[in-house]
């Protein structure tokens, strides 16, 4: 649930993102999709590492390269998912922000979400061969 929570308020920045960028910049869907997919990913980062992993750390390099590859990965299915969509089906390009939101969510559910379980793992604690007395 913290994960999904993070993800709502990532979704939000993308998608008003996508909306200010068309409706007030002139932009198309299409090409307000990459700063869009960008601002929402900067907010995962924060939303995931501190929120649904409850990490109290700063970002570890490991971290960051780690959630950029997951996180390029993402943008570039969402991407893929959202324009074949708006090619494909005439309703989609209609109603971008439901499409936007289907893939967005798409993605996250069967890409992201299972791959930040790496990305934000915690390390185990070191053995120091004296057994695990209390």
Do not use: C
């Amino acid at each position: 649930m913290r994960s999904a929570a993070g993800g709502a308020a990532a979704t939000a920045v993308d998608l008003v993102t996508l909306q200010a960028l068309v409706a007030w910049a002139d932009w198309s869907p299409r090409a307000a999709s990459i700063p869009a997919l960008i601002a929402g990913g900067v907010v995962m980062f924060f939303a995931q590492k501190y929120g649904a992993f409850h990490s109290n750390a700063r970002p570890s390099l490991r971290e960051l390269v780690l959630f950029v590859i997951v996180q390029v990965g993402g943008l570039a299915l969402t991407g893929l998912l959202f324009e074949v969509s708006l090619r494909v089906l005439e309703v989609a390009a209609q109603h971008y922000m439901v499409t936007r939101l289907v893939t967005a969510n798409l993605v996250w559910l069967f890409y992201s979400f299972p791959l930040w379980h790496v990305v934000f793992k915690k390390p185990a604690p070191a053995d120091n061969g004296l057994g695990n007395s209390s």
